[in-house]
């Protein structure tokens, strides 16, 4: 008999700590995905009393501007991958975008800001600004990495001083600020060009980010300084302590970030066609959100590149939602920043929960 009670009350035991381990996994599959469901529950609610949402064009639209502003979010993933970030991503995007426009206008334009320069080439222009977004980054990542500033005071200040060059930039030669046009038409046609399937168009874009995104992967996944970064974000003192050259790291994802932001002024030049001192300006923020929507941790060392593109998809798709149901953009602004804030808590639950 007592053998017998003793058994019960052990299956008993057990029967209990399978079922909190069940609310334990209910709990935690919520937490990981509530935000997902919550989401996907609202676009579906979209799509429903929106039929228009998922029409042709539409689908169209968004692919295109998901694939304009993956380069800015990878860039900005890798650094909050090492647990920084970069407030200067939209302004570098925004000069690199400037320097594009007037290095790349027509020779009859009117108002061509250097009506000496000719036709400079495509490609030159392409290392131009690669340069230029690589010696920003190198400016950001040496502040952070020799001399300890917080990433958020160094990119912050970085951002008011390309502001300025970017003011300075548009006033050369009696232009007076206004905005940059008369782009050449073999440019435009080399970014916004493309060729079609089934009737639809692809445009070259879009490609051009599937190949960027697909070398960010490797990059991540295949080399030594991808997993670097991670061991970094993880644990830099332990990363430090197992040979890991923790300041170069830091200043070479820097660097890798602003030659991503870089190229995504250069086509967003071309996609944009009129370029002023707005181009850019809070894109980062944007990249920012689709980074912890796509399960980029603050903690640092925790995300992938599939969660960026999903993440960059996911606000692509509440933001065109918003514009559907007729929402202002004011409240367009609000309902993101409430999304960043809730997913930053998700994350920040989930760090505690792991320790």
Avoid at 36 to 48: C, K, Q
Avoid at 54 to 74: D, E, G, H, M, Y
Avoid at 100 to 129: H, W
Wanted: aromatic share 10%.
């Amino acid at each position: 008999m007592i053998r017998l009670g003793f058994s019960k009350s052990y299956r008993d035991s057990l029967d209990e700590l399978e079922l909190k381990k069940q609310k334990e996994d209910v709990k935690n599959f919520f937490l990981k995905n509530g935000l997902y469901i919550a989401m996907l529950v609202f676009i579906t609610f979209v799509a429903i009393s929106r039929p228009a949402f998922l029409s042709t064009q539409s689908i169209v639209n968004n692919i295109n501007l998901v694939a304009k502003r993956l380069p800015i979010a990878l860039g900005i993933a890798g650094l909050i991958i090492i647990s920084a970030t970069d407030l200067s991503a939209g302004r570098i995007l925004g000069i690199t975008a400037l320097v594009s426009t007037a290095l790349l206008q027509r020779a009859d334009y009117p108002t061509k800001l250097f009506p000496e320069l000719g036709n400079m080439s495509i490609l030159l222009v392409l290392v131009c600004v690669i340069i230029i977004g690589a010696l920003f980054g190198l400016f950001n990542g040496f502040f952070v990495a020799k001399f300890k500033i917080h990433p958020f005071i160094v990119t912050l200040g970085t951002q008011l001083i390309i502001q300025t060059l970017a003011l300075s930039l548009l006033n050369l030669n009696g232009n007076s600020g206004q905005a940059l046009g008369g782009l050449r038409p073999e440019f435009t046609e080399l970014i916004t060009g493309g060729f079609y399937i089934g009737g639809i168009k692809i445009q070259f874009y879009i490609i051009y980010a599937i190949i960027i995104t697909a070398i960010i992967w490797f990059i991540w996944n295949k080399t030594i300084f991808g997993k670097n970064i991670f061991a970094i974000g993880s644990n830099a003192e332990a990363a430090a302590v197992s040979g890991i050259n923790v300041d170069r790291v830091i200043i070479v994802t820097f660097i890798l970030a602003g030659v991503l932001f870089g190229i995504n002024g250069f086509i967003e030049s071309a996609v944009v066609g009129s370029n002023s001192a707005t181009t850019g300006v809070g894109a980062e923020f944007d990249a920012i959100a689709a980074c912890v929507i796509g399960g980029i941790s603050f903690s640092g060392g925790i995300g992938k590149v599939r969660g960026v593109v999903v993440g960059v998809l996911l606000l692509q798709l509440i933001t065109t939602s918003l514009i559907f149901l007729g929402i202002s953009p004011e409240w367009q602004y609000a309902i993101k920043g409430l999304v960043i804030i809730v997913t930053v808590a998700i994350d920040m639950r989930k760090t505690i929960a792991r320790k």
